[in-house]
């Protein structure tokens, strides 16, 4: 071993390993190896030093070398288990670095490469060519391949749909407080679908508290790992059975949850069919103007933030009825007018198409307002015709 080498792996490097779990499973399928110091040193300080000394690919290759020797002596706890293995990107710019190292590695050990989930911040490549190099080889080897700290910094998606993961691991940054953050939970929610789109399982990595998986659970994602379930640990101190009583408790609040959930969006919808035929109901029984019935409507329901009229071909037969708008408002944002076409909205062709009376949007920003909103459209005869009644509900 070279001697500044010796002397700088004199930190007495040692890996530890956090638990990740599959909720639908009820099991602990991985374990993430992890690099600790017995002073103290903290895995950034530790692979910065090691590239002052230009020995960040010995460093890294030292890391990896005990991870997997550790794991394979885990016995019990690392049986039909997989080991999520980081790998320092910068290795790909290095030629001998690609040349099989980790799966020589991997076979002295005694693992299987299917065993082996490697672990690539891809926003950290600069080389998609070497990248996808990179990935093509060793996913022809059996390994798995995941994506990790997805969503932050410069993620590129183009990169991921190129890849094709088997694993997308969202950010901490995104799972923290999601339970509060709307614009989170819609990021988050959008990477499970492109990740469903992929063939690629996601996971949360950092997860902290009940609310913060219950909410990663609603949106569909099927790995997890964080302090709720277990901080890392040395091999000795492994926390499998912790970890499968935690899940044991978990799971009657989880079914509570979505029990829970469901109830709440049966009575919004309740709610949002009441409103609307309320005010088709307004209208059949008086001779008063959409307009005023709208008015008297969102007099009662403080979350209603507009309120028109189309007719059976989707265009507007109604002025657009408002809450009073905040000078702030950007003019990008502005009601529509009479004889708007809506005919390519959502709310018109699911409603005509799936030849329903009443259909409910997915959440969406208001032209109208600037604000999030669901809108509600009700088919229904009015003075002769077939009328389109679109509530825009605030979310």
Known sequence: MHADLQQFLSHSLYPVYQPILDIKKQVVIGLEALTRSTDGASPLELFAEAGEHNML???????????????????????????FLNIDVSALDDADSVAGWIIEQVKINGLANSQVALEIVESKVESTAKLIDFVNRHRQAGFLIVLDDF????????????????????DKALIRDIQTDYYKQSIVQAIVSLSNKIGAITLAEGVETRDELFVCYEMGIQLYQGYYFSRPKQPSEFPLLECMEALEHLLPELNEHIAAGIQRVQRENLQYNSISADIISRLHSTNESAE???RWIMQAHLHIDCVYLLNEQGVQISKTV????????????????????????????YLKYLGTNRYISEPYISLATGNICRTVSS???????????????SV
């Open 292 to 294: 005023v019935v709208a």
């Open 151 to 170: 969503g932050e910094s410069h993620s590129n998606l183009n990169r991921v749909v190129q890849l094709k993961p088997d694993i997308i691991k969202i």
């Open 322 to 349: 408002c809450r009073t708008r905040s000078e702030t408002v950007h003019p990008l944002f502005s009601p529509s007018d009479e004889a708007a076409d809506h005919s390519y909205k959502e709310y018109y062709y």
């Open 57 to 83: 690919l010995a460093f890294d290759r030292s890391c990896r070398s005990a991870a997997l020797s550790q794991f394979r002596d885990l016995g019990e706890c690392s049986r039909d288990r997989l080991l």
């Open 379 to 393: 088919r229904f005869l009015h003075q002769g015709g077939v009328c389109i009644l679109c509530v825009d509900f």
